[in-house]
């Protein structure tokens, strides 16, 4: 996606891409498929999202809650984001 972004290309963000395919071997080249029918978008990395905080009022010494607020719309790099795509890491 990042080369389709850049010169020469330059799409922007949701821009549709439609694309042929050839394929070679020892043998040689294949010929050229057909366009994909429904294209597919340009996305962008997801934004960096504001830094969690620590929810001191229901941690225990058992559990750590964290809360944040999850990116939307354009932020999220046009594509979904659901829990388990989040990751928590400390030292």
């Not at 010169?7 to 071997?25: C, D, E, G, M, R």
């Not at 559990?63 to 890491?89: M, P, R």
Request: hydrophobic residues 30%; aromatic residues 8%.
């Amino acid at each position: 996606m990042t080369t389709l972004r850049t010169t020469p290309y330059s799409l922007a963000f949701q821009a549709n891409i439609y694309a042929k395919v050839l394929a070679h071997n020892e043998r040689g080249w294949s010929s050229e498929s057909s366009t994909n029918a429904a294209g597919t978008t340009i996305q962008t990395e997801p934004s960096q999202m504001a830094v969690p905080s620590y929810d001191e009022a229901t941690s225990t010494n058992t559990q750590i809650v964290l809360t944040w607020t999850a990116l939307t719309g354009s932020n999220k790099g046009g594509t979904s984001i659901t829990l388990d795509n989040y990751e928590v890491q400390w030292d």
